[in-house]
């Protein structure tokens, strides 16, 4: 199969002013990510209240960035940089499973081609696509930091390393 990569879905983020709003609970759970800080460097708990928006919304959007800006006193654009520029953001609504595949060198050379296209034939998507059921994502992203178990895949927040097909194929058989 040939490796499609869709890289172009920042281009198609829908700017808008609506604001995202959080249950109380929530709010209080950023809040205590801020006093981690000093009051005049609220932007370093940015990384982890992007993680809060994405896991409350599913991704990072327009709305829950426009939140994160106001609540952190920041331009809009800071929070965008930030989340354009880790794979671990979601840009877009993602599947239940969202498989990174690394496609940098060690993997590269142990054989992430062969393993993205038996994941892409066996989920008969492309890379950057979701499947019709919502299940799963697959992205192919740049090293995830484990090359000496190289290939290997990051699913959720759980890494999968010295794959072969039928490793991959006993994993993605055990995802509900
Ligand atoms: S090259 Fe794949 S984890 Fe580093």
């Known amino acids: 199969m040939a490796s499609a990569l869709a890289t172009d879905f ?29 009051p ?10 992007l993680f809060v928006v994405q896991r409350e919304r599913g991704w990072i959007d327009n709305a829950g960035v426009n939140f994160l800006a ?24 993602i599947g239940r499973h969202h498989i990174q ?25 492309h890379p950057g696509e979701t499947t019709a059921d919502g299940k799963f994502t697959v992205t192919l992203v740049e090293c995830l930091g484990s090359c000496g178990t190289a290939p290997m895949m990051q699913i959720g927040f759980d890494y999968h390393e ?15």
């Open 10 to 38: 920042t281009n198609k983020i829908v700017y808008t002013d609506e604001v995202a709003e959080f249950s109380p609970e929530v709010v209080e759970e950023m809040k205590s990510h801020l006093v981690k800080y000093p």
């Open 70 to 93: 106001k609540f952190l006193e920041l331009e809009v654009t800071d929070v965008w940089e930030t989340a354009t520029f880790y794979s671990m953001f979601n840009l877009r609504k």
């Open 40 to 49: 005049e460097r609220k932007r370093s708990a940015l990384i982890p209240l």
């Open 162 to 176: 010295d794959l072969t097909t039928e490793k991959v194929d006993q994993i993605l058989d055990s995802l509900k």
């Open 101 to 125: 595949i690394c496609k940098t060198l060690s993997c590269k050379i142990m054989g992430e081609p062969e393993i993205t296209e038996h994941i892409c034939n066996k989920l008969n998507i």
